[in-house]
């Protein structure tokens, strides 16, 4: 008796060949619009998260200062971890960049959805088209492209600034 046959996600990527439209409507054009959704969705999460958590703790500090007196030392080392705190949230959002990360996940996604629907519905450049699939194809592959040109670009941009 032999043992299933298991695929690794890497071997599913390159032996990925959609036999028609709706194959590729339901794997990779699903897949990818879920992805970038998600992500989005988890950069937004933690931006506010952070954000909201950085702006409360700040408010405490000009509150908490106001009662310090010769007798606080606690309430000064308070004050004192509070801004430490402030000022690494705000580094933090700075250099994981959730809020650009979100927006541009997002963009993305919408821009793939949007590609989606004029195909779906055969309008736009898909206007008049009798095998209008081919050309989908290559926009959506080349919006997913675009993004991950820019991530890239970027990931290249912030090692060589990176001091060694």
Request: no cysteine; hydrophobic share 40%; aromatic share 14%.
């Amino acid at each position: 008796m032999s043992k299933p046959h298991h695929h690794t996600a890497e071997q599913d990527f390159y032996n990925f060949n959609p036999k028609n439209e709706d194959e590729y409507l339901a794997t990779r054009v699903l897949d990818q619009i879920t992805w970038y959704d998600k992500k989005s969705m988890i950069n937004k999460k933690w931006f506010l998260r952070m954000k909201i958590t950085e702006v409360v703790m700040a408010l405490f500090i000009p509150f908490l200062t106001g009662y310090i007196t010769d007798k606080t030392l606690e309430l000064k080392i308070l004050v004192g971890v509070i801004g430490i705190i402030v000022a690494a949230i705000a580094g933090l959002i700075t250099l994981i960049k959730f809020q650009e990360n979100w927006i541009e996940y997002r963009t993305v996604s919408e821009s793939l959805k949007f590609e989606k629907f004029l195909f779906l519905s055969k309008s736009g450049p898909y206007k008049n088209l009798h095998d209008a699939y081919p050309l989908f194809v290559e926009r959506f592959e080349s919006l997913i492209s675009s993004s991950t040109k820019k991530w890239v670009d970027y990931v290249s941009k912030s090692d060589n600034t990176t001091p060694n």
